[in-house]
Each structure stands twice: as structure tokens, then as C-alpha cells.
């Protein structure tokens, strides 16, 4: 009989260091703690459009029957890039780099026209023309091909990504057609 009581003795004395039964009192009370933790890193959250997931906006030069006799060029721009919304914490430094297009290269950025005006027919040689992207509105400083420039997000949290455009005045008029291209960004914090 005795080593019976010793085994169930030795297996309460186990259960209740395991916390499993509780030899205390019925109306004991024990407690704990729990910590409640929440980081706030720099960073930014994006929203857009489903179905323009990857189109973040459109740089629309309009229609122009000369561009020999334009001045200083043409000028367009994405203002902001309205399919894209980044809301960041203010300060948070970012950068953002713009490719040289579909039909561009690091020193360039092209129009292409590859079809007859009416796009009834691929032309033989696809017909080029020079535009220029820039960081600023009054188009004085050129954004480098496939660099990344650096940005801090203003104090309302709000990411603006305006993107200015100038076809220069050319010294022939180019062939009528619809001319396009496409930019590749890239954002990075």
C-alpha cells in the first residue's frame, strides 16, 4: 500500500509544479502579465486602382500638327500620378528612378510611331522623336535615364510624384502618326 501513495503523491507534487492542479485554496487568485507592443517604423502604405495596378498615370503631349514652330517645346506632365496613392510617415526618405523608356536608352528617352497615320499599316522604320523627362515644373533639371534621386515626404504624409515632359522644337515636321512610349518607375523607401 505504501508504494502506492508514494506514486500518487509524487504524481500530484508533479502535475502542480507543472501547474496542471493547483493544491491552493478554492478561492486563490493568481496573476500575469501580458505586454501590448505596437512599432511605428518609417514607411509608406500604397493604394490604387485594381485594373491599374501597374499604370500609375499618363503624360499626354495633346495634338500637334507642327512641331517645327513650337517655341521652347511642348510640354506635358503626370500631375502626381493620379492612379497612385502613397501615404507615408512624414520625414520618411524615399527615392525614385525613372527607366529610359520602351524605345529610349540611358542618354535618351523616344516617341515611337510605328504605324500609318490611320494605324492601318506597320511603317518599314519606326519614326522617332526626342522628349525629355525632368524633376522640376520649370523643366531645368533633366531626370537622368535609370537614377534614382532622392525625396523626403512632406509634413502631411502625402507622396507626390509629378513628372514634367518637353518635346523641343524639331527642325522637321515628323510624319502624321500616333506616337508613344512607355516609362518604367521605380520607388523605393
Known sequence: MMPRTRLLTSVISMLSSLGWISLANADAMVMGSVDVRLGVPRGCAIAFEPHQRMQWGVIDFGQHPRLDQQGEGIDAEAPGLEALSVICNPGTEYQLGVDGGLHGNASSRHLVARYDDDGSAARSE???????????????????????????????????????ARIGPLDAVPPVGFYTDELKLTLRW
Open 126 to 164: 519606326p519614326v522617332r522623336l526626342p522628349y525629355q523627362v525632368f524633376l522640376d515644373a520649370a523643366r531645368r533639371h533633366p531626370w537622368p535615364a535609370d537614377e534614382l534621386v532622392g525625396f523626403t515626404v512632406p509634413g502631411d504624409g502625402r507622396l507626390r510624384i509629378p513628372l514634367y
